[in-house]
């Protein structure tokens, strides 16, 4: 993770085995970091937008943009749905 601007505690998190359009229905949404799929959240926020890496050495991964809040740590996940260290939850169509 990545501090972009701390006086808006926008930060930056890094290269997800993501597809674009998973991605896309995430900004807007929220996300939780973990130590392990057991363990309650020590840092997340709400997505405001991803880019797709055209750099690097993970060229295709997806990085995400977010603004970090105390309401994200204590957060506990469940242990059903990981997927290669983690887990997507999209919200149900209206």
């Known amino acids: 993770m990545t501090c972009l601007d701390k006086a808006t505690a926008l930060w930056e998190s890094g290269w997800w085995v993501v597809s674009p359009d998973t991605a896309s229905k995430l900004v807007g949404g929220r996300i939780f970091f973990h130590k392990a799929q057991d363990k309650p959240s020590f840092f997340g926020g709400r997505i405001t937008e991803f880019r797709v890496e055209t750099e690097g050495n993970w060229p295709g991964r997806i990085l995400f943009k977010f603004i970090a809040g105390q309401e994200f740590k204590g957060v506990r996940a469940g242990g059903d749905g990981w997927s290669m260290e983690k887990k997507v939850v ?5």
């Open 90 to 94: 999209l919200a149900p169509a209206l």
